[in-house]
């Protein structure tokens, strides 16, 4: 090991002629996750007479929603260069405000209020400590993540709070058909309000990342934030946003699960942060910074969904789901890393 | 930079010895030796770990898998005593350091030979881990009455006052403060994340440092997997959830840096004891252990804040130090008071 690492670099290859557009489209991380996506659809439809029923689909959404609309925020952080391993603690926080302020009887206009609040504040303060202090964001996250839910702790101790009124139900159970606008189409009633929200914050964090400056400027700062400081990007101001926007996100998801699940305890959402981390970088967000891409995420986010849905389907216990995930998030970072080393031994 | 470690050492014990102070004026008895003895024992395990993270921390890496290999390894001992009572305890606790140090390789591996990013391939064996301490135990428990008397007993044995157990980990702050100053891997651990460039050009294989300093964290992991189940005399999948955090918390209360190369054992060590003397403090003056958790997220907030204040009197570039002058300026009254 005396040679340097910069002398092992093959010498650049450059193409002739660009691949075309089609072309890279076939070999892009997404296509791949859209196969995956599908072969796996197929293996659950052909192990389980009842996964292809509407309702029970319907139901396997619920599987990845509310982690997704995490994981598109937190895409955007990774690509920054940052991490938030606090979004799970900021749902138990967010969830316990929502549970004593439905105790006070709020109404539930004022506890999505609330919820959406205490994801901004907790978001505000992380990105306090990164950005105007500039300190590590995974230690910073670490250490609020204790904090957040240690209030949660706190406050709850081992009692749960429940008796959210009725029409707060409805984020997390409520179907869209419930509007009298939504289309009568067969096969539309079974789409719920939070595959409605899923796609939306979709069309709307792929919007802000793929066609806005601000997009730009997180892929600038994750891949050399001096460069981008130089460029006149507001480095600092950008991550505070970012942090301010992961907050928010996981106030939104805690609205949806406390909805779903009707009640508080200080264990909820306990290791959402890696399932949301795993499927961004399965969405392939390099975890170092610098590239990613909303679709991916979205691919992902189905993908993990399946998996989880088409094991609990064959009875798979949750623990034993978790080594498939914690295996996913290897195999997915370890295999591109492989493929180009034994591409680059191999001249073309 | 010694003396800015020497200062952070002297400050956390001084802190420690003010905490232990304040709350024997609460409850008279809890400065006894006795009860010292007491929470220093309580602390061994947390101790050990933070020792085998800090090896970690060192070269730039982070091991979020010290827990679930502890449950791994516990579980798995446990079992071989269950159904092997005839196996001598000192090959139970080898075996212990044996699967802990294999599965610390495997994270080591994949972030020395694959190039994975450390907190990604631990946060995958993080579940991974304790999957298979599922798999390996069918969900099922060893109870106490399942495990014989000398696996239970043994690090409880008191000698001299304090159980055999807070001396294993006297004896591994020892081992590792020679080996971390004394010996080469020490010095490479220190060498390969204060400047990995640096560190190649002066004959450190970074990777392979790493990689040993995984295994050595595994190793520690493992036998505070055996330490763990014979505590508590019990052994089940969720031991130890969420005690990496811990670990982390201990070694950044005690100085080491998140981002390498910065960090002494007597840190590691006293930051360790630091979340043991609240943790034992809190039933004492009667506050609810459910306050445990935010208090050690608010310290370690606090601990990270005093850390950057300390990196930054390293030379800096320009811009950068423009960008954050806001903050330094905030943070330099308290540097100028307590210098």
Redesign the interface.
Known sequence: ??T??AEKRPPRHIPDKLSTPAGRLLGSWETLLAAVAIAIFTANSLASPHFLDPWNLSDATYNFTEKAMIAFAMTLLIISGE?DLSVAAIIALASTAMGAAAQAGFQTPALVGIGLSVGLLCGAFNGL?VA?????S???T??????????A??V??DQAYGGYPSSFAWFGQGYMSDFPWWPTIPGFEVVTFEMVAFVVFALLFGILLHRTTFGRWIYAIGNNA?AA??SGIP??RTKFILFLLTGLMSGVAAVCLTSRLGSTR?TIAVGWE?EA??MA?LGGVS??GGSGSIPGVVLAAIVMGLVTFGLGLLNV?G??M??F???L??VV??LP??VRRIRSRTPA | MSRILKYRELLLLVINLVLIAAFSTRAPGFASPKSLANIFNDTSILIILALGQMAVLLTRSIDLSVAANLSFTGMAVAMLNSAHPEVPLPLLIAAALGIGAGLGAINGFMVWKIGIPAIVATLGTLTIYRGMAFVLSGGAWVNQTQMTQAFLNTPRMPVLGLPLLGWTAILVIAIIAIVFTRTIFGRSLYAAGGNPTAALYAGVDVGRTKFFAFMLSGALSGLCGYLWVSRYAVAYVDIAAGFELDTVAACVIGGISTLGGIGSVGGAVLGALFLGVIKNALPVIEISPFWQMAISGLVIIIAVLLNARQDRRKGRLILRDAAKSRSVRVATPVEGAAA
């Open positions: 090991m005396s340097l690492a991490i400590l105007r202090f500039g300190l590590p995974i230690v910073v670490i250490g609020t993540m204790s904090l957040f839910r240690g209030i702790q706190i709850l101790g001096f400081q130089f480095v600092q200080h890696l981390i795993t970088v975890i170092l216990p623990i034993i978790s080594i995930i914690g295996l998030l290897i970072i370890a890393i492989v």
